[in-house]
């Protein structure tokens, strides 16, 4: 199996709704409890 997929792709802040939304009972057990890390694109 080949894996052409090499980049990440940048989260739409637009249409996701964010990681934490008290309204979504889900979201409070799997929103981060630490802040994001910030990675670079593989070139």
Same mark, same amino acid.
């Given at each position: 199996m080949?894996?052409?997929?090499?980049?990440?792709? &940048?989260?739409d802040?637009?249409w996701? $709704?964010?990681?934490? &939304?008290p309204?979504?009972?889900?979201s409070? &057990?799997r #929103? $981060?409890q630490? &802040?994001?890390? #910030?990675?670079?694109? $593989?070139?």
């Amino acid at each position: 199996m080949q894996n052409d997929n090499k980049r990440f792709v &940048a989260r739409d802040r637009q249409w996701h $709704p964010p990681a934490y &939304a008290p309204g979504y009972k889900t979201s409070v &057990a799997r #929103s $981060p409890q630490q &802040a994001l890390v #910030s990675m670079q694109q $593989p070139t």
